[in-house]
């Protein structure tokens, strides 16, 4: 069983950080790719920014300059920092891995539960 948990969301002000962190826990035998959704009321799901284990990343326009990505390979684990906020940005931030679990020979999607993040202008 693998289970991804999130944290570090919350109310901000507009120009203010956060930082949402991810772990990956469980049977884990690798992860490919680590990345981070966001789903705002009434919108698609939509990617914000991920990255894969030799740590080349990959961002939505709208954050690029703003957010970073990165992760700890030795900890499963995921992070954003997400800068210079706007009430664009507020939204539920999703995390989502690609794992290859003990005994299974291939790489499967994994979803976060989501977490909220809300921008005040």
């Known amino acids: 069983q693998v289970q991804l948990v999130e944290s570090g969301g919350g109310l901000v002000q507009a120009g203010g950080s956060l930082r949402l962190s991810c772990a990956a826990s469980?049977?884990?035998?690798?992860?490919?790719?680590m990345g981070w959704y966001r789903q705002a009321l009434g919108k698609q799901r939509e990617l914000v920014a991920d990255?894969?284990?030799?740590?080349?990343?990959d961002y939505a326009d709208s954050v690029k300059g703003r957010f970073t990505i990165s992760r700890d390979n030795a900890k499963n684990t995921v992070y954003l920092q997400m800068n210079s906020l706007k009430p664009e940005d507020t939204a539920v931030y999703y995390c989502?891995?690609?794992?290859?679990?003990?005994?299974?020979?291939?790489?499967?999607?994994?979803w976060g539960q989501g977490t909220q993040v809300t921008v005040s202008s």
């Open positions: 469980g049977s884990i035998l690798s992860i490919n790719i």
């Open positions: 989502n891995a690609g794992v290859q679990a003990l005994g299974d020979g291939v790489h499967r999607n994994y």
């Open positions: 990255i894969i284990s030799a740590g080349r990343t």
